[in-house]
């Protein structure tokens, strides 16, 4: 089944996403990982970091019910996209997925790989990024 962002080109759904004109029917957990993917590839992981917190915020604040965003997940979820991307074969985010299926079926998996703490739950995490803290993490 097709989701509803692909029926817009990259540019016209980041554009969209930025602008807060998406409708939040759009953003399931894969729009999230495209929207992920799109900025590690034209930004860079630098970029996409400071450029999705800002963004994925607003978009919160403005669209939806301002619960919802999460720093520490942001973050960690934009460098576990940023470490497929380096590994993979594919050629494209279609192809990222297929290489890869858990980013899309079990991503919260790959998270907790990285932390003891409950980052989904954490007052702090929403509101800073939290380093991880099992030995398999990744650095900032």
Do not use: W
Not at 43 to 68: C, M, R, S
Not at 96 to 109: A, C, D, H, T, V
């Amino acid at each position: 089944m097709t989701e509803k962002h692909e029926l817009l080109t990259d540019q016209q759904f980041e554009e969209q996403f930025k602008d807060c004109t998406l409708p939040p029917v759009f953003m399931t957990h894969e729009a999230h990982l495209r929207l992920a993917y799109i900025h590690i590839k034209k930004y860079g992981i630098k970029k996409a970091v400071k450029n999705l917190t800002t963004q994925i915020a607003k978009f919160d604040f403005e669209v939806g019910d301002d619960t919802k965003f999460n720093k520490t997940v942001t973050v960690a979820s934009i460098k576990v996209m940023n470490h497929f991307i380096d590994k993979a074969k594919a050629v494209d985010f279609r192809g990222l997925l297929s290489e890869y299926p858990r980013l899309k079926n079990n991503f919260r998996s790959l998270l907790k790989m990285h932390y003891k703490t409950d980052i989904f739950r954490s007052s702090r995490a929403k509101n800073q990024f939290i380093e991880p803290d099992l030995p398999f993490g990744f650095s900032a």
